[in-house]
């Protein structure tokens, strides 16, 4: 990836949790020698800041020319003073990048070399020691910084491959030299907001994902309670002029597509005659469910202008003084000072903070039985009394959101004068943006409970199939590392794992981070069962199967097994061809739980695709019998019956398939090609193609399907056009034979 002069949050978030390595442009690397070159020529008989001065209130004493290489070593040897713990890895390769790309807007005055030492830091993993605390904000990270400056002239100490090493052995291994001092570096690197624009660059991209998390929790919780809809109308936000608000509404109606858990307001309520006095179903939900766009909607706001903040800052020159050789002068100011990130900070960690006191009230919601009136309490699927169900796991998502409420108190205004003065009023930037990264791990922590409840809920309300499939997706990903439990157990590895999940990234990153998990606790069927999950995402399918087989063999008779079960079959089926351990696992799954509708349904689709017919439909028809609810198993087994001649049992089945999801375009389609070369009855399926027309506009095989009914039934031009409009629509989904389609167009004006 080139580096130039700008960077975005999602060139950020690649480099950051991808891996993506920089390459310096042509263009930057001439800006930077640019910069060198004119201060190298323009400071030689004149009184320049940090060159031939102290630093801070030492800017008084002039520095003899003998001594002008040690000052900058000194500057980054005697202010390598931090405290506390270490900042993790990823911010500080975020703040290696901001500092990077200060370099590269060729204000700096720095040696080329120091900025490709940089990069080539970035581009290797290694991640200089350095601790949180010692940065005011005010000289920007000075204390940070310099750390970063140490382990680029060899000295201190480096995080590489997972352990903590010494500094000049790390360059020495990667063949690279410690930088030497030229004229202003060790100023240049320490002087500067690049720490806390870092931190604040990975606090917003966890934030950002907090807020998506929050919206999908959101739509899922009003499944459960089946809320009505209409408080994510688009009328209804836009009624209110504030964007934040429109885009949440917009998102959770995107999210809750398909649900069938929701009510809508005019079936209940305005269509239908209402004579009790008293209605069991709430008219109007709790806030924290209904006002869920008025209160995520500013939240999504902040993020949004934190972004532009960031963005700006890290694509700005912010040391001090500034070289510019456009205008052939170099300008003394306070570039340095983190305001901007100081406050922007503050605003994040709070617009945090309501989201998580949003999901803590969710949370209430979930596990208080007298306040939902349709879950046990604590969503205790066990034995009332005898067990617990996830209560105690409450004091900890409540406890969590109090730390937060309380250090979301600002840092912005909280500047101490120090520096013999000379620092009179500062920023506290670093500061707010370690506070902010509390609160967002601390967020985390409430949002894997909540998770956690609302998986539980599910289960115990049996509305899996209900859910819309965003919802459903979620509730299985999560199930296959945390299954349904009535025991009670310790949950603070299964928290942890929540957390894991909610904030991975990538797929190497999930990898890792089950590993991570594995390692503590090696015979976990559960940690098993999810790294395998994690392979089979990064498409390691052998290694899956490796880790999804360890998993059956530590717990082999255990209902929640069969779900291992129905992954492995699939890999074994669908990505190996292997039939025979295909059915082998899901017949397995199937003895552990034979009321796992999935797994019938998995071993009737495998048994289709080995033209197994009559074994198909058996399958499909079990599964039909466990969930006589789910148009799946109709409409599978109607395919199953038709290729088998049965025609009549075939229509039965494809029409209460569209009874139970009359939104389906695709049984609407099937059921038509049935009237059509099953029945000969043209006229009926025309309707039924014109029906997954209308369901699904970019369907090719419906206007296909819909032409040769048309021309059937002499509809001449009506057939040209859906011809026309299969071809046009092929020509992107590449789904049929184009020349046939053409052949029959033809046809007709031949005709």
Request: glycine share 6%; charged share 20%; hydrophobic share 40%.
């Amino acid at each position: 990836m080139i580096a130039d002069k700008s960077i975005n949050l999602d060139t950020l978030h690649k480099v950051l949790f991808d891996n993506e390595k920089l390459e310096l442009s042509e263009e930057c690397i001439r800006k930077v020698e640019e910069s060198f070159d004119f201060l190298q020529s323009f400071s030689s008989d004149k009184i320049i800041y940090g060159i031939n001065t102290g630093f801070g209130p030492m800017a008084q004493y002039r520095i003899e020319d003998q001594s002008l290489i040690d000052l900058q070593y000194n500057i980054t040897r005697s202010h390598s003073t931090g405290a506390g713990k270490p900042l993790p890895e990823l911010y500080v390769k975020a703040a290696m990048i901001a500092r990077l790309y200060t370099f590269l807007q060729g204000k700096s005055g720095v040696h080329l070399e120091l900025v490709s030492l940089l990069c080539e830091f970035i581009n290797r993993g290694i991640y200089p020691f350095i601790p949180e605390h010692g940065s005011v904000g005010a000289s920007g990270d000075l204390v940070q910084l310099a750390h970063i400056a140490l382990t680029l002239i060899g000295e201190g100490e480096v995080f590489y491959q997972g352990k903590l090493c010494n500094a000049a052995t790390v360059l020495q291994e990667n063949g690279l030299k410690p930088f030497s001092m030229r004229i202003r570096e060790g100023l240049s690197v320490t002087n500067g907001t690049s720490v806390m624009t870092g931190i604040g660059i990975v606090n917003l991209i966890y934030a950002k994902k907090l807020l998506r998390w929050s919206v999908a929790a959101s739509v899922m919780m009003n499944e459960i309670a089946a809320s009505y809809d209409d408080f994510m109308a688009q009328a209804l936000n836009e009624a209110k002029h504030h964007k934040g608000q429109q885009e949440i509404a917009a998102m959770m109606r995107e999210w809750v597509a398909g649900s069938k858990c929701v009510l809508q307001r005019e079936n209940e309520l305005y269509n239908q005659v209402h004579k009790e006095k008293i209605f069991e179903h709430k008219v109007q939900p709790y806030y924290s469910l209904r006002c869920v766009p008025q209160i995520l909607g500013p939240i999504y706001d902040e993020l949004e202008n934190a972004e532009e903040v960031l963005i700006n800052e890290i694509n700005s020159a912010c040391d001090n003084p500034i070289v510019d050789p456009d205008t052939q002068n170099i300008y003394h100011g306070g570039n340095f000072h983190g305001d901007y990130i100081s406050f922007e900070m503050d605003k994040l960690k709070i617009a945090v903070t309501k989201l998580t006191m949003l999901c803590e009230r969710q949370i209430n919601y979930l596990f208080h039985d007298r306040i939902n009136g349709i879950l046990p309490p604590f969503v205790n699927l066990g034995v009332l009394g005898l067990n617990y169900g996830l209560q105690a796991s409450q004091f900890t998502a409540t406890s969590t959101t109090a730390e937060c409420q309380t250090l979301s108190n600002p840092m912005y205004v909280h500047s101490i004068p120090n520096n013999n003065d000379n620092q009179d009023i500062v920023s506290m930037g670093t500061n707010s943006a370690l506070l902010a990264k509390t609160v967002i791990e601390n967020s985390y922590q409430v949002m894997a409970i909540q998770f956690m409840g609302m998986a539980q809920a599910i289960d115990y309300l049996k509305i899996q199939d209900r859910l819309s499939s965003k919802s459903r997706q979620v509730y299985e990903e999560i199930r296959s590392f945390f299954p349904v439990f009535t025991n009670d157990t310790p949950k603070y590895k299964e928290i942890e794992m929540m957390i894991d999940y909610l904030k991975k990234e990538d797929k190497i990153n999930s990898i890792s981070a089950f590993k991570l998990a594995l390692e503590r606790d090696t015979e976990n069927p559960f940690y098993n069962n999810s790294l395998a999950y994690a392979f089979s995402k990064a498409e390691l399918y052998d290694d899956a199967i490796e880790f999804y087989q360890k998993a059956i063999a530590i717990n082999p008779d255990n209902e929640w097994t069969a779900i291992v079960c129905q992954a492995l079959g699939a890999i074994y089926g669908e990505i190996k061809g292997n039939i025979e351990a295909s059915v082998a696992t899901y017949q397995a799954g199937i003895i552990l739980d034979p009321n796992n509708y999935e797994l019938h349904i998995s071993l009737g689709d495998i048994h289709m695709a080995e033209y197994d017919l009559d074994k198909a439909i058996r399958a499909y028809c079990d599964a039909i019998l466990l969930n006589p609810e789910d148009y799946r198993g109709y409409f599978k087994a109607g395919t199953a019956l038709w290729e088998k001649d049965y025609l009549e049992e075939a229509l039965v089945a494809y029409h209460k398939a569209i009874e139970l999801n009359p939104e389906n375009a695709y049984a609407q389609n099937n059921l038509g090609i049935l009237y059509l070369d099953g029945l000969g009855d043209a006229e009926e399926a025309l309707e039924y193609f014109e029906e997954a027309i209308a369901l699904n506009a970019n369907y090719t095989l419906a206007y296909f399907n819909a032409g040769r009914a048309s021309q059937m039934l002499d509809f001449t031009n009506d057939a040209a056009n859906y011809y026309q409009m299969a071809i046009d629509l092929n020509k992107v989904t590449n789904e049929l034979d184009e020349e046939d389609i053409i052949r029959r167009l033809h046809k007709l004006f031949e005709a």
